[in-house]
């Protein structure tokens, strides 16, 4: 008979439960007969005790469930994303010219994770991207667009429909640090016939205007917008000059997002962006950090390069406080070439997208279960977060990507049928689809910036474009507002069905051994997923 061990936590008939021990558990490395009796491997006897050579897919993996002491709602999604930034979602926007722009952006941090704005745009349009999310919703808005009483209705009007937003600090000088004179809003624009009208005619005047004194806490400038019902509540020094903003808006935004991923200082939603590894990519870099973006990407699709080395190690030199994923990697010593260079993150895939060709095309690449696994494995070591990008299809392809060592996933085609996602719905034979590409394919290389992923060369004799990616089309998948919840709660029970109450809890029981999987046979996988039918109907939430 196995041995037991009493383990605290739940009782029954008044004493703790049982647990077998894990000598009697991984006795089976001796006794096989012992070891089909339990059932289970480990995360070191699928992946390292591998005389069959086999690489492992999500689908090859099955969890073993585990005892439930808590309640869904006690699941911790949070988790790191790079060293220093950590999220309440595990959720990544992949930076495909599909999938995030700013509106894309907006929506994942709002809803805990974050999205990185990709690299097919000049270097302004991506700076301008990330400009969109930073000012989307702001603590203390530091640097707010600002008219004098001698500019027009006319400006007002121009700056509104470029930038979406209708209300202004009127300063003395048209400028942030300006004395106070007052405000406008939409109120008092809506009724202007005369564009040519100075602002000094309309504008609400400063002593009808109440503010705040610069040094009050966020907490309390946010009593003051509640007390006062005003739209926007001013900040200003002993000399009247304006030194912030804050909105009501945004309270509205942290009372209906409460998840949302935000910087401490200045409570602005946190965005990514993607850079490519040329020299004129640190052009670029200077202008997204300018624009205030939390994390840069070096996008490409194999991370282990000089060229990604040499751009990893300027980042880290020239902006130490702004945080650099690198990748992609698939093998440890990919991954340790750029710990090395100072990255602050990992992207872990190759080949492995539902729109990716790599592997059939360069033969190069690994299934993404066991890159996730050793990749996370040795990257822990250098506590080091890892991403695992692509081969998401389901809500039990992120869960296995946590639990084999991932502190967040990226996605694309999971994301790429949403309405946040860029592009237009256009229906075939009656299904509603969006339109879906890799960055290899020759669609996207053909734009701004798109073949940097792949090629490095402008010699003629290499300079021929290699499709590593084709275009299609995904489904209509809704409003992220519904379906990143729903890919949470996912989570939450696929966690909570192996005993896991957080991805922290995870990858420690993967490392202590205490975590275990099976390999499932192609029947399994059949069996595993709807079978037997005529025909069905799949709602997804």
Same mark, same amino acid.
């Given at each position: ?15 703790? $439960? ?104 000049? $270097? ?111 900040v200003v020094n002993d000399d009247n000059e304006l030194v912030a903003l804050i909105s009501r808006t945004d309270l509205q935004k942290n009372r209906d997002f409460? $998840? ?282």
């Amino acid at each position: 008979m196995a041995t037991s061990i009493p383990t605290p936590g739940t009782l029954i008939k008044g004493k703790p $439960m049982l647990e077998i021990d894990e000598e009697t558990l991984n006795s089976g490395e001796k006794d096989v007969c012992c070891l089909f009796l339990f059932s289970s491997f480990t995360g070191t006897q699928v992946f390292c005790r591998n005389p069959s050579c086999v690489a492992y897919t999500y689908d090859d993996m099955i969890m073993m469930p585990g005892h439930i002491h808590f309640a869904l709602h006690d699941v911790d999604t949070k988790s790191r994303l790079t060293r220093n930034i950590t999220l309440k979602t595990p959720f990544v926007s992949s930076p495909m010219d599909t999938v995030t722009e700013a509106k894309m952006a907006i929506m994942m941090a709002l809803q805990g994770g974050i999205g990185i704005i990709h690299a097919n745009f000049t $270097m302004e349009e991506q700076a301008a991207e990330v400009r969109k999310v930073k000012k989307f919703k702001n603590g203390f808005i530091t640097d707010p667009v600002c008219l004098s009483p001698e500019h027009t209705a006319q400006d007002a009007f121009r700056i509104k429909a470029d930038l979406g937003f209708s209300s202004f600090p009127i300063t003395d000088t048209g400028e942030m640090g300006g004395r106070l004179v007052g405000i406008i809003s939409n109120r008092d624009t809506s009724f202007i016939e005369d564009p040519m009208v100075k602002i000094k005619e309309f504008m609400t005047p400063r002593e009808s205007l109440i503010a705040a004194k610069e040094g009050v806490s966020l907490a309390d400038a946010n009593e003051i917008l509640k007390a006062s019902k005003k739209g926007k509540l001013p900040v200003v020094n002993d000399d009247n000059e304006l030194v912030a903003l804050i909105s009501r808006t945004d309270l509205q935004k942290n009372r209906d997002f409460p $998840m949302s991923s935000k910087d401490e200082k200045n409570k602005q939603l946190l965005v990514g962006a993607a850079i490519g590894t040329r020299p004129e990519d640190k052009v670029r870099a200077k202008a997204l950090v300018e624009a205030g973006v939390d994390v840069l990407v070096v996008d490409s699709s194999q991370g282990d390069s000089c060229f990604q080395l040499e751009i990893v190690q300027y980042l880290k030199e020239t902006y130490p406080l702004v945080d650099v994923i690198g990748g992609n990697v698939v093998t440890p010593s990919q991954a340790w070439h750029l710990i090395q260079a100072g990255v602050d993150g990992l992207r872990v895939g190759m080949g492995i997208g539902s729109i990716c060709t790599t592997q059939e095309v360069c033969a190069v690449g690994r299934a993404q279960a066991s890159a996730v696994y050793h990749v996370a494995k040795f990257a822990r070591k250098h506590d080091i977060p890892i991403v695992a990008d692509g081969g998401i299809k389901s809500t039990g392809h992120i869960t296995k990507a946590l639990c084999l060592g991932a502190s967040c996933v990226m996605m694309g085609s999971m994301l790429a049928g949403t309405d946040e996602a860029p592009g237009e719905y256009f229906y075939q034979d009656g299904v509603r689809l969006k339109r879906y590409r890799g960055m290899g394919s020759l669609e996207a290389m053909s734009k701004e910036g798109g073949e940097k992923r792949y090629v490095w060369e402008g010699k003629s004799q290499t300079a021929v474009k290699v499709a590593q990616g084709v275009s299609g089309a995904v489904q209509d998948k809704g409003t992220l507002r519904r379906y990143i919840p729903y890919l949470t709660q996912g989570v939450r029970h696929g966690l909570q069905d192996a005993g896991i109450s957080s991805i922290r809890q995870a990858h420690e029981r993967l490392y202590d051994d205490k975590l275990r999987f099976e390999i499932r046979s192609p029947a399994a996988q059949k069996e595993g997923g709807v079978h037997g039918l005529h025909s069905y109907s799949k709602r997804l939430y």
